[in-house]
T-cell receptor, first 113, second 114 residues
Framework: AQSVTQLGSHVSVSEGALVLLRCNYS??????LFWYVQYPNQGLQLLLK??????LVKGINGFEAEFKKSETSFHLTKPSAHMSDAAEYFC???????????FGKGTRLHILP | DAGVTQSPTHLIKTRGQQVTLRCSPK?????VSWYQQALGQGPQFIFQ???????QRGNFPDRFSGHQFPNYSSELNVNALLLGDSALYLC?????????????FGPGTRLTVL
């Protein structure tokens, strides 16, 4: 069965520093992968997604993620953190369009001034 | 272009009561999914509706039921509420023909069961 593991329920970085949020998945076939962001008291907003093709995916707000099949990973990065990036981030996986989406438990990103 | 809307935003109920939550999908979307997000957890899939029928279901008891109307809007009903049903309930819409099943989420309904 597919699953998603996000390492670190809380991550703190200084403003201007590199952001790295980790996501590993378990799947017997290459899945579709998503990163969502959730600001306080709001729903989820799609940051980026990987379906097929180029393994380095660029999203909104300067975020990007790289699909590494050999490592079963889809880590999210941003070169320079902004205070506005403070939020909860969820990695999600789906095997195919007819399957249900599975979310990780989330990583709360704190930005230090 | 209206996004996904949900009502109400907050709700307080007592154990044993029943609750109905409502969702209007993003314009042009035909599929609605419901998720439960407990505090500190990721969203968990409850079920998905398409063409007014339940298409998929997650690991939730029969106390959780839903409906989709001809205009694609949807309701989530929960009977015999338990304290553990307290959570943020998220509705998401999508297009059935979408290759990757990308979900567009509403702001959620915060349900508190006392």
């Amino acid at each position: 069965a597919q699953s998603v593991t996000q390492l670190g329920s809380h991550v703190s970085v200084s403003e201007g520093a590199l952001v790295l949020l980790r996501c590993n998945y378990s799947s017997s076939v290459p899945p579709y992968l998503f990163w969502y962001v959730q600001y306080p008291n709001q729903g989820l907003q799609l940051l980026l997604k990987y379906t097929t093709g180029a393994t380095l995916v660029k999203g909104i707000n300067g975020f990007e993620a790289e699909f590494k099949k050999s490592e079963t990973s889809f880590h999210l990065t941003k070169p320079s953190a902004h205070m506005s990036d403070a939020a909860e981030y969820f990695c999600a996986v789906i095997l195919n369009r007819d399957d249900k989406i599975i979310f990780g438990k989330g990583t709360r990103l704190h930005i230090l001034p | 272009d209206a996004g996904v809307t949900q009502s109400p935003t907050h709700l307080i109920k007592t154990r044993g009561q029943q609750v109905t939550l409502r969702c209007s999908p993003k314009s042009g979307h035909d599929t609605v999914s419901w998720y439960q997000q407990a505090l500190g957890q990721g969203p968990q899939f409850i079920f998905q509706y398409y063409e007014e029928e339940e298409r998929q279901r997650g690991n939730f008891p029969d106390r959780f039921s839903g409906h989709q109307f001809p205009n694609y809007s949807s309701e989530l009903n929960v009977n015999a509420l338990l304290l553990g049903d307290s959570a943020l309930y998220l509705c998401a819409s999508s297009l059935i023909v979408s290759r990757d099943n990308e979900q567009f989420f509403g702001p959620g309904t915060r349900l508190t069961v006392l």
